[in-house]
């Protein structure tokens, strides 16, 4: 009687242990499902993988990036675009010319930031605090974005202004309405104006991350896109 007990429960252990292998394995097709389903529908099933491998440096910026953001009415969805492409997330990094952080600032920009905030002593390590260097690379680019608002999109002409500088976008400009024969210059002539391959190439790349960011919806839930 006693062995014929012990059968019957072992029995029942083994069953539950079946159970419980059988739903584990369910859930963990039902997530690889659910993962790759992500990575086809994004269209860059790259930048999917690899959020997903360092999920902490792709997110942890989120809040301030909205914070600021909305300090100067852009969408953050846009900063967030620009930080990807100047850093990666990466908060220490330091440029070939000495530019900072996760926006790439360089120290001309933070003193002009410095002088319009009326602030005294600021040192070059303070440039890389996240919070400071995403204050200053936004007002950066809100100016640039105020200096082409008039423009059908100004997004691409401020890009190109913070990549390679306001002159140099002049030039640009020059050229485009050269090529058309006078105004308007469109975004999309403009772009086709610059002669710098890099620029030209950071200005597609972060264009093409905003709209991936956009057809996402909002950084974090139930906070409006702007621009």
């Known amino acids: 009687m006693a062995l014929d007990q012990s059968q019957n429960q072992n029995g029942r252990i083994g069953k539950a242990c079946l159970f419980v292998v059988k739903i584990t394995l369910v859930l963990v097709l039902s997530c690889a499902a659910a993962v790759a389903y992500l990575v086809v529908r994004s269209r860059d099933p790259v930048y999917v993988l690899r959020e997903l491998k360092d999920w902490t440096d792709y997110r942890r910026f989120d809040p301030l990036i909205i914070k600021v953001a909305r300090e100067y009415d852009l969408d953050p969805r846009l900063i967030k675009a620009l930080v990807w492409r100047e850093s990666r997330f990466q908060a220490d990094m330091v440029g070939r010319n000495g530019e900072r952080g996760l926006m790439q600032v360089s120290e001309i920009a933070a003193r002009d930031w410095a002088a319009a905030k009326g602030i005294r002593d600021l040192h070059p390590e303070q440039i890389l605090i996240p919070e400071t260097n995403l204050e200053i690379g936004t007002w950066y680019l809100s100016k640039a974005v105020q200096r082409w608002i008039s423009e059908d999109n100004a997004v691409p002409f401020a890009l190109a202004e913070y990549n ?37 190439r950071y200005v597609r790349a972060i264009l093409a991350r905003y709209d991936f960011y956009k057809r996402r919806g909002p950084l974090l839930m139930g906070e409006p896109g702007r621009l």
């Open 164 to 200: 390679a500088g306001k002159s140099r976008v002049d030039r640009w400009v020059r050229t485009a309405l050269k090529k058309r024969g006078g105004p308007p210059v469109t975004a999309e002539t403009f772009q086709d104006s610059i002669d710098f391959p890099s620029t030209a």
